[in-house]
């Protein structure tokens, strides 16, 4: 069990990242995939990445890399550099700017746990081999454009809707609210987050420097955080990945915002309803019940009928906490609503 302690400082300056965290993606993802999940949500993002590794990457170039990241237990702290959290290139950046002492820690707990030898590359690495460093940022790249990239929109979009929640659950009830809010995966009591099901004992005290919480589509049941207690406080969080990782057609760069043309929203009427195409629209990036009912002036039962309709269609995701249930839009029902 993983126990994190919490000063009344320490819950002021607890907040969520900004966005999704393409290098703790890029990271996790790299665990899931060598590991033996049978997920059926993932099994296809699993096998097109396999096929696409194998068809654009030189054999050996990602040894060193995929050896960094078991699929089970330690992987190093500097390969998810604080960062991280100011996009790719500023966390790749970070990594090839590591400090040597906090390589060669990290590579010898690495090479300790790890039920296989290492590369030579990773003693190299160790002393700060600025060559190995490059090879290793280029390869995440490498990774990061097939693994990565072409479901970022996706990504982004759990993410998105998962931080929806969070804002929620903070504007209800402020910090301790959203430390609530993280309910069943953690358990928060005044001053102590705990999460269970965490492989090994632990304590960290946050001592002042409050905590980063990062939603992230590839973290695994139980959340994760950094091994060196003297790092920035980290906590990563899985979300509902919404469906998966399969294309939805005619996706764009990322999630749409706004309710799209007349035309378009004329059309979705004519599809699924005048009625229901309203609440594809009043939802947004997350709607209650109750809301809904009150800004389309219907009754609680008949938007409750139309958000359990539009959620077993996928439009929609809904999440209960005590006696509120929230709404928010899945990918496919943001495409429907902006066309």
Known sequence: MLRIFFSGEDVARTRVAPAADQIWELVLSLHLLQGRSRDPVMAGWRRGVSGGLRRD??????RLLLALNPPRGYFPDFLTPYHSMYGLAAGLDAVRSTPIGALERDLNVLAAESPLPLPSSASTLARGDVEVLEHLTDSMRVYQATAIEPYWDRIQAAVEADRARRARALLDGGTEGLLASLRPAMRWEAG?????GYPVKRELHLDGRGLLLVPSFFCARIPVTLVDPELPPVLVY????LGGLTPAPGEGAGPARGTGRPENQAALAALIGRTRARVLEVVGDGCSTGEVARRLNISPAAASQHTTVLRNAGLLVSHRDRNTVLHILTPLGR???TG
């Open 57 to 62: 990457t030189v054999p050996g170039q990602l």
């Open 192 to 196: 102590l987050l705990e999460v269970p």
């Open 238 to 241: 899985p979300v509902d990945r």
């Open 335 to 337: 495409a429907m609503l």
